[in-house]
C-alpha cells in the first residue's frame, strides 16, 4: 500500500500561484510515476502533470508553461508548482502514483481561483 497525502490548496485570486505538495508513505519502493490530476465542479477528472522517477515530465495542454511538476525522490514528495492561474483551474486536485498494476491516489486539495 502506497498513501498519499496532499497540501497547499486555497483559495487565490486570478494571475496568483500556489504550489501543492504530495508525501508519499508505506510500500513506496518501486513506485515509478507519480502526478497530479484534477476534477472541475462537473467535470471528469483530468491530467494535469505526471513525472516518472527519472524526471521525465508530461503536462496537459491547457497548464504547459504554467505549472511545473517536480519530484524529491530523497523525500519521498512531488510537487506541483501553479502559476498564472486561472478561474477554469479552479478544482480539487488528486496526487496519484503508480506502482506496476496499481494506482494510488491522494485524498484530493481544493484550489479555488477567483476571477
Known amino acids: 500500500q502506497v498513501q498519499l497525502v496532499e497540501s497547499g490548496g486555497g483559495l487565490v485570486q486570478a494571475g496568483g500561484s500556489l504550489r501543492l505538495s504530495c508525501a508519499a508513505s508505506g510500500s513506496i519502493s518501486r513506485v515509478n510515476v507519480m502526478g497530479w490530476y484534477r476534477q472541475g465542479p462537473g467535470k471528469q477528472r483530468e491530467l494535469v502533470a505526471v513525472?516518472?522517477?527519472?524526471?521525465?515530465?508530461n503536462y496537459a495542454d491547457s497548464v504547459k508553461g504554467r505549472f511545473t511538476i517536480s519530484r524529491d525522490n530523497a523525500k519521498n514528495t512531488v510537487y506541483l508548482q501553479m502559476n498564472g492561474l486561472k478561474p477554469e483551474d479552479t478544482a480539487v486536485y488528486y496526487c496519484n502514483a503508480q506502482k506496476g498494476y496499481y494506482s494510488y491516489w491522494g485524498q484530493g486539495t481544493q484550489v479555488t481561483v477567483s476571477s
Open positions: 513525472i516518472s522517477s527519472a524526471g521525465s515530465t
